[in-house]
């Protein structure tokens, strides 16, 4: 073995139970995508068969969901059982777990990026402008407004389930429609958000429906366990 293939063995270990290759226990960023919108997540275990997933908030109703990795890899799931701020899910289609473990990308990963659609105001010095959230991610957001911001413009804004944050324009685009001057631009937060801000905004922004669409068990069982 070489002194890569040990330490890559040593950063991704993979062992084999009962034909089934599980990964050690790990900790990384992701997110799902139900009906009701985008969340966060944290990949806590993985196995060819399934994962176990932990969210900052309940966990989503929905028995079927995708989770996209950081690097854009998408992966269809179904909920096995859920538990206060954790839940299992099997794999509905096949998967490759060293691929899911490297997480490997053509480009330089950014950070977790929700895609949620809410109102919010950009505030440039005294002038206040109505403006369309359009994603965000703990190091930034893109928004819709129609005023323009050269890039290296500090502004602040506000969006519904967070304090308002001070951020800077790093680029900006026109974009068609019927607003004249109407533009989209990117943000980077000069202050980051942790992840359990990041959290608490998203489900204020996509709240679940009242009732899931599925029933989801109460408890694992053991065969169940991802």
Sequence with gaps: MSELERHEAQQHPVVQTNAIKRAAPM???AKVVCQAGEYICLVRDVSDEGVLLSFLH??????????????????PIQCLWSAEDQASYRFAGSMALEEFLHESAPFQMRPVRLAIGASARIIDGVASHTAA????????????C????????????????????????????EVGGDLQ????????????????DLAAASIKLQP?????SAAINDAPSEASAA
Aim: aromatic share 8%; net charge positive; with cysteine.
């Design 27 to 29: 900790l990384r960023s």
């Design 58 to 75: 309940d966990v989503p109703p929905e028995p079927r969901i995708i989770l996209v990795l950081a690097n854009g890899q998408t992966y």
């Design 146 to 173: 129609c005023a323009g911001f050269i890039p290296g413009r500090l502004i602040s804004f506000q969006i519904g389930g967070l304090a308002q944050q001070l951020g800077e324009v790093v680029w900006s685009e």
């Design 133 to 144: 959230l359009r994603d965000i991610s703990t190091h930034g957001a893109s928004f819709e």
């Design 181 to 196: 001057g109407a533009a989209r631009i990117g943000v980077q937060f000069q202050l980051p958000l942790t992840l359990r």
């Design 208 to 212: 679940f429906a009242p009732k899931a």
